[in-house]
């Protein structure tokens, strides 16, 4: 899981290196605008895509997430369509998602920030319809959406994009296990909260004569390694700052489910929010002590470690493990990831 927070040439290095050390997939987390106030700035994940598909061989590109409040469903269709011609059949991912922090640094309407649940189900049937080629005619609640059908004889890719749903609440999670592909969660998820998600897709899933064990379900999970557990800890540890300090200060009440299934209170975290505000990353990662991090469960550590750790992501139902990969030596994380942890998971 790539933030789109850091210089262009680093991204596409990292895609570089996880197509060499055998990753299958390199989601993009499209930042925003808020990543200013320390020191980062947001890069378009849908710009990035088609980029990174070019540079790489076998790696896929997927979009974790892009939201229709910033973009029309046509406009992001249209831009799926360069990163799918780009990368080629079974390479791309198109993940959607409302994103909260996002609908404030644009000013959504009351009105509008009401109904997120049916902003992103019509926003997907509208992008299903016109990658698949068919006429598009909807008057919805959200959008208004017309497009012709596409000819035959139109040079465009006409293999499927799977389309994933981000979702922490159990209407968000209960709309992907009936109309998408798979489920993206948050940062900061935890085996208690797979075991939730999952339990949330089932139900949806077979409502509507689905099989819910067969939607994807990919988990976002704070992570760094080293063969020093200590340093191995420690990116976890940053990262897993900027996360808490971001359900603090920007999406209170939707993060509930996350830092219950964890174990954490705001008034647990709310130090290093505080933090964070004050004294920026540094300062936050310092008020992340053991036994937080231990509840964030990361995959972090000696390699050993972290197949022990995605082994019980696994066994909580995660199907989809997306490393938030943070810390010094990145390039040489990858790699023993690589080398090391991987190799535990292929057959």
Not at 25 to 38: D, N, S
Not at 143 to 164: D, G, M, Q, S
Not at 225 to 235: F, L, M, Q, S, W
Request: overall charge negative.
């Amino acid at each position: 899981m790539q933030l789109t927070m850091e210089p262009l040439d680093e991204i596409v290095e990292h895609a570089r290196l996880m197509d060499r050390h055998g990753f299958d997939t390199m989601w993009l987390a499209e930042a925003y605008p808020w990543w200013r106030k320390h020191a980062m700035e947001a890069r378009s994940a849908s710009a990035l895509s088609p980029l990174l598909a070019r540079e790489t061989e076998r790696l896929a590109i997927g979009w974790g997430i892009i939201s229709p409040y910033t973009r029309h469903p046509l406009q992001i269709a249209m831009e799926a369509r360069v990163t799918q011609e780009a990368a080629g059949p079974g390479r791309f991912y198109l993940g959607l998602g409302a994103s909260k922090i996002f609908m404030k640094a644009i000013g959504v309407g009351e009105r509008q920030a009401e109904r997120p649940l049916t902003n992103v189900k019509e926003a997907i049937g509208i992008i299903k319809s016109y990658l698949a080629g068919e006429a598009v005619d909807v008057e919805g609640r959200e959008f208004t959406a017309r497009a012709p059908e596409l000819l035959a004889e139109a040079e465009a890719p006409r293999w499927e994009v799977p389309i994933y749903m981000a979702g922490t609440g159990p209407r968000m999670q209960a709309t992907a296990g009936a109309v998408a592909d798979g489920l993206l969660t948050p940062s900061i998820t935890t085996p208690g909260f797979v075991r939730y998600a999952r339990k949330n897709l089932a139900a949806a899933a077979g409502a509507v004569g689905r099989d819910g064990a067969d939607i994807d379900l990919g988990c976002t999970i704070v992570a760094s390694i080293n063969h020093d557990r200590d340093r191995g800890r420690d990116g976890a540890r940053e990262i897993a700052a900027m996360y808490l300090a971001n359900k603090v200060q920007n999406i209170q009440g939707s993060a509930d489910v996350l830092l219950d299934s964890a174990g954490l209170t705001f008034d647990e975290i709310k130090p290093v929010a505080d933090a964070m505000e004050s004294g920026g990353r540094l300062a936050a990662k310092a008020e992340v002590t053991d036994d937080i991090l231990d509840k964030c469960r990361p995959i972090a550590g000696t390699p050993a470690e972290c197949v022990d750790r995605i082994r019980e992501y696994q066994d909580a139902g995660c199907t989809h493990i997306m490393l938030e990969l943070w810390g010094e030596d990145r390039a040489g994380q990858l790699a023993m990831f690589g080398s090391e942890v991987l190799p535990h998971f292929r057959t």
